[in-house]
Protein backbone atom coordinates (compact mmCIF):
# COMPACT_ATOMS: atom_id res chain seq x y z
CA UNK A 1 0.00 0.00 0.00
CA UNK A 2 1.51 3.85 -1.01
CA UNK A 3 2.00 6.16 1.86
CA UNK A 4 -0.85 8.83 1.89
CA UNK A 5 1.43 11.59 3.59
CA UNK A 6 4.57 10.77 1.02
CA UNK A 7 1.96 10.74 -2.84
CA UNK A 8 -0.42 13.23 -3.08
CA UNK A 9 -2.78 13.22 -5.67
CA UNK A 10 -5.12 16.49 -6.76
CA UNK A 11 -7.31 17.22 -9.39
CA UNK A 12 -9.32 20.33 -10.54
CA UNK A 13 -12.75 20.14 -12.58
CA UNK A 14 -11.44 19.02 -15.86
CA UNK A 15 -12.06 15.21 -15.14
CA UNK A 16 -12.75 14.54 -11.47
CA UNK A 17 -14.35 10.92 -12.23
CA UNK A 18 -11.06 9.92 -13.64
CA UNK A 19 -8.61 11.11 -11.13
CA UNK A 20 -11.25 9.12 -8.38
CA UNK A 21 -10.91 6.17 -10.32
CA UNK A 22 -7.20 6.48 -10.61
CA UNK A 23 -7.20 7.03 -6.86
CA UNK A 24 -9.30 3.97 -6.37
CA UNK A 25 -6.95 1.98 -8.27
CA UNK A 26 -3.95 3.51 -6.09
CA UNK A 27 -5.89 2.74 -2.90
CA UNK A 28 -4.97 6.13 -2.43
CA UNK A 29 -7.56 9.29 -0.97
CA UNK A 30 -8.06 12.26 -3.41
CA UNK A 31 -6.55 15.24 -2.49
CA UNK A 32 -8.72 17.91 -0.68
CA UNK A 33 -8.82 21.42 -2.56
CA UNK A 34 -11.35 24.36 -3.15
CA UNK A 35 -11.39 25.01 -7.16
CA UNK A 36 -14.27 27.55 -7.16
CA UNK A 37 -14.58 31.37 -8.93
CA UNK A 38 -14.97 34.73 -7.40
CA UNK A 39 -18.23 36.97 -8.62
CA UNK A 40 -16.35 38.15 -11.84
CA UNK A 41 -15.42 34.62 -12.86
CA UNK A 42 -11.92 34.65 -11.86
CA UNK A 43 -10.65 31.04 -10.56
CA UNK A 44 -10.40 30.92 -6.51
CA UNK A 45 -8.06 27.84 -5.69
CA UNK A 46 -6.96 26.62 -2.26
CA UNK A 47 -5.25 23.22 -1.40
CA UNK A 48 -6.85 22.02 1.83
CA UNK A 49 -4.39 19.80 2.93
CA UNK A 50 -0.25 19.74 3.93
CA UNK A 51 1.67 18.93 1.44
CA UNK A 52 4.95 19.78 2.43
CA UNK A 53 7.72 17.14 1.06
CA UNK A 54 5.11 15.84 -0.52
CA UNK A 55 5.17 13.89 -4.18
CA UNK A 56 2.26 15.28 -5.79
CA UNK A 57 0.51 14.39 -9.58
CA UNK A 58 -2.30 16.62 -10.45
CA UNK A 59 -4.38 15.44 -12.94
CA UNK A 60 -5.75 17.98 -15.50
CA UNK A 61 -6.93 17.66 -19.12
CA UNK A 62 -6.54 20.77 -20.61
CA UNK A 63 -9.45 20.00 -22.47
CA UNK A 64 -13.04 22.83 -23.38
CA UNK A 65 -13.08 24.89 -21.52
CA UNK A 66 -9.15 24.91 -22.54
CA UNK A 67 -8.34 28.11 -20.46
CA UNK A 68 -10.57 27.85 -17.45
CA UNK A 69 -9.15 24.10 -16.92
CA UNK A 70 -5.41 25.05 -18.13
CA UNK A 71 -5.43 28.41 -16.11
CA UNK A 72 -7.10 25.95 -12.80
CA UNK A 73 -4.19 23.85 -13.30
CA UNK A 74 -1.29 26.40 -13.46
CA UNK A 75 -2.98 27.87 -10.27
CA UNK A 76 -2.95 24.47 -8.35
CA UNK A 77 0.89 23.83 -9.36
CA UNK A 78 1.80 27.69 -8.12
CA UNK A 79 0.08 26.83 -4.96
CA UNK A 80 1.23 23.32 -4.66
CA UNK A 81 5.13 25.02 -5.19
CA UNK A 82 4.46 28.32 -2.30
CA UNK A 83 3.03 25.08 0.07
CA UNK A 84 6.55 23.35 -0.21
CA UNK A 85 5.81 19.98 -2.06
CA UNK A 86 8.91 17.91 -2.78
CA UNK A 87 8.01 17.62 -6.50
CA UNK A 88 4.96 18.31 -8.79
CA UNK A 89 3.93 16.24 -11.75
CA UNK A 90 1.26 17.38 -13.87
CA UNK A 91 -0.92 14.49 -15.55
CA UNK A 92 -2.01 15.88 -18.43
CA UNK A 93 -4.50 13.09 -19.53
CA UNK A 94 -4.93 15.05 -22.92
CA UNK A 95 -2.91 18.48 -23.57
CA UNK A 96 -4.56 21.59 -25.28
CA UNK A 97 -3.31 23.33 -27.76
CA UNK A 98 -1.09 20.89 -29.24
CA UNK A 99 -2.25 21.14 -32.67
CA UNK A 100 0.38 24.50 -33.09
CA UNK A 101 3.22 22.68 -32.98
CA UNK A 102 5.01 24.48 -35.74
CA UNK A 103 4.98 27.74 -38.08
CA UNK A 104 3.71 26.25 -40.46
CA UNK A 105 2.48 29.84 -42.43
CA UNK A 106 3.51 33.11 -41.55
CA UNK A 107 2.27 35.03 -38.05
CA UNK A 108 0.80 32.08 -36.54
CA UNK A 109 1.91 30.81 -33.12
CA UNK A 110 3.59 27.97 -32.13
CA UNK A 111 0.93 27.23 -29.16
CA UNK A 112 2.17 23.86 -27.87
CA UNK A 113 5.58 25.48 -26.93
CA UNK A 114 3.91 28.29 -25.28
CA UNK A 115 1.91 25.98 -22.87
CA UNK A 116 4.58 23.69 -21.94
CA UNK A 117 6.67 27.32 -20.84
CA UNK A 118 3.87 28.14 -18.82
CA UNK A 119 3.69 24.86 -17.02
CA UNK A 120 7.70 25.40 -16.07
CA UNK A 121 7.15 28.29 -15.34
CA UNK A 122 4.10 27.67 -12.65
CA UNK A 123 6.56 25.08 -11.00
CA UNK A 124 5.90 22.16 -12.71
CA UNK A 125 8.66 19.43 -12.22
CA UNK A 126 7.71 16.32 -14.15
CA UNK A 127 5.29 16.24 -16.90
CA UNK A 128 3.14 12.81 -17.33
CA UNK A 129 1.12 12.92 -21.01
CA UNK A 130 -1.32 10.29 -23.19
CA UNK A 131 -1.15 10.29 -26.53
CA UNK A 132 0.63 13.92 -27.22
CA UNK A 133 -0.97 15.32 -30.50
CA UNK A 134 2.91 15.47 -32.02
CA UNK A 135 5.47 13.19 -30.10
CA UNK A 136 7.66 16.52 -30.86
CA UNK A 137 5.92 18.35 -28.19
CA UNK A 138 8.42 16.41 -25.16
CA UNK A 139 11.09 18.13 -27.15
CA UNK A 140 9.36 21.89 -25.72
CA UNK A 141 10.04 20.88 -21.86
CA UNK A 142 13.05 21.07 -20.42
CA UNK A 143 11.97 19.11 -17.93
CA UNK A 144 11.43 14.97 -17.92
CA UNK A 145 8.28 14.30 -19.52
CA UNK A 146 6.63 10.42 -19.73
CA UNK A 147 4.76 10.12 -22.71
CA UNK A 148 2.34 7.14 -22.48
CA UNK A 149 0.02 5.74 -24.98
CA UNK A 150 -3.52 4.49 -25.06
CA UNK A 151 -2.35 1.91 -27.15
CA UNK A 152 -2.19 -0.66 -25.06
CA UNK A 153 -6.06 -0.21 -23.73
CA UNK A 154 -7.42 0.15 -27.22
CA UNK A 155 -5.67 -3.36 -28.62
CA UNK A 156 -6.95 -5.36 -25.84
CA UNK A 157 -10.67 -4.25 -26.69
CA UNK A 158 -9.79 -4.33 -30.77
CA UNK A 159 -8.79 -7.68 -30.44
CA UNK A 160 -12.16 -9.15 -29.43
CA UNK A 161 -13.79 -7.59 -32.46
CA UNK A 162 -10.95 -8.58 -34.55
CA UNK A 163 -12.07 -10.28 -37.75
CA UNK A 164 -9.78 -12.15 -40.35
CA UNK A 165 -10.15 -9.35 -42.62
CA UNK A 166 -9.49 -6.46 -40.19
CA UNK A 167 -7.06 -3.75 -41.76
CA UNK A 168 -5.78 -0.75 -40.12
CA UNK A 169 -6.45 2.53 -41.76
CA UNK A 170 -4.25 5.78 -40.67
CA UNK A 171 -6.65 8.94 -41.80
CA UNK A 172 -4.27 11.00 -42.81
CA UNK A 173 -0.04 10.67 -43.31
CA UNK A 174 0.49 12.78 -39.88
CA UNK A 175 -0.48 9.69 -37.90
CA UNK A 176 1.15 6.90 -40.11
CA UNK A 177 3.53 6.09 -36.84
CA UNK A 178 0.46 5.71 -34.88
CA UNK A 179 -1.54 3.13 -37.18
CA UNK A 180 1.27 1.38 -38.01
CA UNK A 181 2.06 0.44 -34.17
CA UNK A 182 -1.76 -0.70 -34.06
CA UNK A 183 -1.06 -2.79 -37.00
CA UNK A 184 2.08 -4.32 -35.84
CA UNK A 185 0.64 -5.11 -32.41
CA UNK A 186 -2.63 -6.83 -34.35
CA UNK A 187 -0.47 -8.56 -37.07
CA UNK A 188 -2.88 -6.93 -39.57
CA UNK A 189 -2.13 -4.79 -43.04
CA UNK A 190 -1.91 -1.32 -42.79
CA UNK A 191 -3.79 1.33 -45.09
CA UNK A 192 -3.04 5.12 -45.23
CA UNK A 193 -6.24 7.66 -46.59
CA UNK A 194 -4.39 10.56 -48.49
CA UNK A 195 -5.63 13.86 -47.58
CA UNK A 196 -5.54 17.33 -48.21
CA UNK A 197 -6.59 19.86 -45.37
CA UNK A 198 -7.57 23.42 -47.23
CA UNK A 199 -8.77 24.56 -44.11
CA UNK A 200 -8.64 24.46 -40.09
CA UNK A 201 -11.18 22.11 -39.40
CA UNK A 202 -11.95 21.38 -43.15
CA UNK A 203 -10.28 17.69 -44.83
CA UNK A 204 -10.80 16.43 -47.79
CA UNK A 205 -9.99 12.91 -48.73
CA UNK A 206 -8.16 12.44 -52.12
CA UNK A 207 -6.77 8.65 -52.61
CA UNK A 208 -6.49 5.67 -50.87
CA UNK A 209 -3.16 4.24 -50.14
CA UNK A 210 -3.56 0.20 -49.70
CA UNK A 211 -6.07 -2.68 -50.65
CA UNK A 212 -9.29 -1.79 -48.47
CA UNK A 213 -11.79 -4.05 -51.02
CA UNK A 214 -13.88 -6.74 -48.33
CA UNK A 215 -11.77 -5.73 -45.42
CA UNK A 216 -13.55 -4.50 -41.74
CA UNK A 217 -11.67 -0.81 -41.40
CA UNK A 218 -10.36 0.11 -38.20
CA UNK A 219 -9.22 3.95 -38.50
CA UNK A 220 -7.12 5.04 -35.50
CA UNK A 221 -6.46 8.60 -34.54
CA UNK A 222 -5.10 10.56 -31.37
CA UNK A 223 -8.06 12.60 -31.15
CA UNK A 224 -11.86 13.47 -32.76
CA UNK A 225 -12.70 17.06 -33.20
CA UNK A 226 -15.40 17.78 -35.94
CA UNK A 227 -15.52 14.35 -36.73
CA UNK A 228 -15.42 15.20 -40.32
CA UNK A 229 -11.79 13.67 -40.95
CA UNK A 230 -12.95 10.13 -39.98
CA UNK A 231 -16.81 10.90 -41.39
CA UNK A 232 -15.36 11.26 -44.66
CA UNK A 233 -12.34 8.83 -44.45
CA UNK A 234 -15.56 6.11 -43.91
CA UNK A 235 -17.13 7.40 -46.61
CA UNK A 236 -14.15 6.90 -49.10
CA UNK A 237 -13.41 3.22 -47.47
CA UNK A 238 -16.87 2.62 -47.88
CA UNK A 239 -17.41 3.49 -51.75
CA UNK A 240 -13.45 1.55 -52.17
CA UNK A 241 -15.60 -1.79 -51.02
CA UNK A 242 -14.54 -2.20 -47.60
CA UNK A 243 -16.98 -4.63 -45.93
CA UNK A 244 -17.46 -2.04 -42.52
CA UNK A 245 -15.64 0.93 -40.69
CA UNK A 246 -14.58 0.90 -37.11
CA UNK A 247 -12.71 4.25 -35.93
CA UNK A 248 -11.21 4.63 -32.41
CA UNK A 249 -9.11 7.71 -31.01
CA UNK A 250 -7.61 8.50 -27.52
CA UNK A 251 -9.38 12.09 -26.95
CA UNK A 252 -12.45 12.88 -27.43
CA UNK A 253 -12.73 16.78 -27.89
CA UNK A 254 -15.91 16.30 -29.75
CA UNK A 255 -16.85 19.80 -30.84
CA UNK A 256 -20.42 21.10 -31.24
CA UNK A 257 -22.55 18.56 -34.44
CA UNK A 258 -19.50 16.16 -34.12
CA UNK A 259 -21.59 13.05 -32.46
CA UNK A 260 -24.29 14.01 -34.97
CA UNK A 261 -22.21 13.62 -37.46
CA UNK A 262 -21.10 10.55 -36.15
CA UNK A 263 -24.11 8.79 -35.84
CA UNK A 264 -25.18 9.65 -39.01
CA UNK A 265 -22.01 8.51 -40.68
CA UNK A 266 -20.87 5.10 -41.89
CA UNK A 267 -19.07 4.23 -38.90
CA UNK A 268 -20.09 1.13 -37.00
CA UNK A 269 -18.75 1.99 -33.82
CA UNK A 270 -16.57 4.76 -32.17
CA UNK A 271 -13.79 3.64 -29.70
CA UNK A 272 -12.60 6.44 -27.07
CA UNK A 273 -11.31 6.31 -23.58
CA UNK A 274 -12.05 8.44 -20.70
CA UNK A 275 -8.82 11.29 -20.95
CA UNK A 276 -11.91 13.95 -21.47
CA UNK A 277 -15.44 13.43 -19.94
CA UNK A 278 -18.03 12.23 -22.50
CA UNK A 279 -20.61 15.30 -22.90
CA UNK A 280 -24.10 13.88 -22.52
CA UNK A 281 -24.95 13.75 -25.68
CA UNK A 282 -22.00 11.57 -26.46
CA UNK A 283 -22.76 9.51 -23.62
CA UNK A 284 -25.98 8.61 -25.33
CA UNK A 285 -24.99 7.90 -28.49
CA UNK A 286 -25.48 4.32 -29.61
CA UNK A 287 -21.88 4.30 -31.78
CA UNK A 288 -19.88 5.43 -28.66
CA UNK A 289 -18.23 3.61 -26.50
CA UNK A 290 -15.42 4.47 -23.92
CA UNK A 291 -12.79 2.35 -22.32
CA UNK A 292 -10.86 3.83 -19.13
CA UNK A 293 -7.27 4.72 -18.89
CA UNK A 294 -7.16 5.17 -15.20
CA UNK A 295 -5.61 1.98 -14.64
CA UNK A 296 -2.53 3.18 -17.20
CA UNK A 297 -2.05 6.12 -15.62
CA UNK A 298 -2.69 5.13 -12.22
CA UNK A 299 0.43 2.75 -12.96
CA UNK A 300 2.24 5.19 -14.49
CA UNK A 301 2.08 7.58 -11.54
CA UNK A 302 3.06 4.74 -8.92
CA UNK A 303 6.74 3.84 -11.03
CA UNK A 304 7.43 7.87 -11.31
CA UNK A 305 6.98 7.61 -7.45
CA UNK A 306 8.76 4.50 -7.21
CA UNK A 307 11.50 5.67 -9.54
CA UNK A 308 10.95 2.11 -11.47
CA UNK A 309 10.79 1.78 -15.03
CA UNK A 310 7.48 3.30 -16.88
CA UNK A 311 8.79 1.08 -20.10
CA UNK A 312 6.91 -1.73 -19.34
CA UNK A 313 3.37 0.48 -20.09
CA UNK A 314 4.14 -0.14 -23.43
CA UNK A 315 4.14 -3.69 -23.83
Given amino acids: ?15 PALAKELCAFLNLPLGAAAVKSFADGEIHLQILENVRGADVFVVQPTSKPVERHLMELLLMI ?7 ADRITAVLPYYGYARQDRK ?14 LLETAGADRIL ?23 PVMIEYMKTIQTPSTIVVSPDAGGVERARAFAKRMNVPLAIIDKRREDVNVAEVVHIIGEVE ?9 LIDTGGTLVKGAEA ?10 ACATHAVLSPSAVEKLENSKIREVVLTNSIPLSEEARRSTKIRTLSVAPLLAKAIQSIHEETSVSTLFV
Fill in 1 to 15: MMDSNRIKIFTGNAN
Fill in 78 to 84: DALRRAS
Fill in 104 to 117: DRPRVPISAKLIAK
Fill in 129 to 151: ALDLHAAQIQGFFDIPVDHLFAT
Fill in 214 to 222: GRDCLMVDD
Fill in 237 to 246: LMRAGANSVT
